[in-house]
């Protein structure tokens, strides 16, 4: 029987915003792997924070499929990573938001997964979803770019985080958008809805997005990947429901195929 295959259309933009001095985000946006990183505002060395947690999933580019183990484990590479940079109250931090191809029980599946309080949103059939929750304590009167208390994290003083994963079943259709909170902070959901239910290209979509960010006034470092499904092949098998927490210790391991057209953004 043929395994699950799925074929993506994807891009990638960062900016460093119009108040500050350097971009502190970091993106990877490499098939199976699409993840933002976000260098702790106000912390030293916010930057190389964001570049080791994406440096610690880069051995999975190229790959046809990830596991909620295998993601599970980079989160703790990253962490040791992270760890290197220094410890106490101001040390380095960065959170992580990330989509990645899985399949499971021959299904082709996003695996979705976060820590802090950058963003994973969801698109099917004109719906926008936000799928990952803040972990946070920020209230109303903090302001765009502004870190109100986040509860998880890489390094900056807080314990070794754990990630939130989700799994859900791909569709022809879908698209995901996983964005730094230099986003989500400065365009309203409705704006950001309606960029992405147009169905432009992701290179224009993404384009637009940080536009409208730095229309709002671009006060932090802004970044955003935008992942198209264009095509899902799945055996004739049960769904699985919508989407559910991943319990890792369920995960299947079963051959497969995939077909990958799409393009490093990077040029790599």
């Avoid at 060395?45 to 990830?66: H, I, K, Q």
């Avoid at 940079?85 to 996003?110: F, K, M, V």
């Avoid at 809805?193 to 536009?211: D, N």
């Avoid at 699985?240 to 369920?250: A, I």
């Amino acid at each position: 029987m043929t395994g699950p295959r799925m074929t993506l259309r994807f891009a990638a933009a960062t900016h460093p915003g119009l108040t500050r001095p350097t971009n502190e985000d970091a993106v990877l946006a490499s098939h199976p792997v699409f993840l933002v990183a976000d260098g702790m505002g106000g912390h030293a060395g916010g930057e190389l924070a964001s570049r080791a947690v994406v440096s610690a999933f880069r051995d999975f580019v190229g790959r046809p499929w990830v596991t909620g183990h295998e993601i599970a484990a980079a989160v703790q590479r990253a962490a040791d990573r992270v760890e290197c940079l220094g410890c106490g109250d101001r040390a380095p931090g960065s959170t992580l938001a990330g989509a990645a191809s899985a399949q499971r029980a021959g299904i082709a599946c996003w695996l979705l997964f976060n820590i802090g309080d950058s963003r994973i949103y969801l698109m099917r059939s004109g719906q926008l979803r936000r799928i990952s929750v803040d972990h946070s304590m920020r209230t109303s009167s903090a302001g765009p770019g502004v870190r109100g208390g986040l509860t998880r994290a890489f390094g900056a003083g807080l314990e070794r985080p754990v990630a939130d994963q989700w799994l859900t079943p791909a569709h022809a259709g879908d698209r995901i958008l996983v964005c730094s909170d230099g986003l989500s902070d400065e365009v309203a959901g409705e704006c950001v809805e309606s960029v992405l239910r147009e169905g432009s290209e992701p290179q224009e979509a993404v384009r637009r997005l940080v536009g409208e960010a730095l229309a709002e006034g671009g006060r932090d470092n802004v970044s955003a990947i935008v992942v198209d499904c264009l095509e899902t092949v799945v055996p004739e098998i049960d769904e699985l429901d919508d989407v559910v927490s991943l319990d890792e210790g369920e995960e299947e391991t079963v051959s497969w195929i995939h077909e990958d057209t799409i393009p490093d953004p990077e040029g790599n």
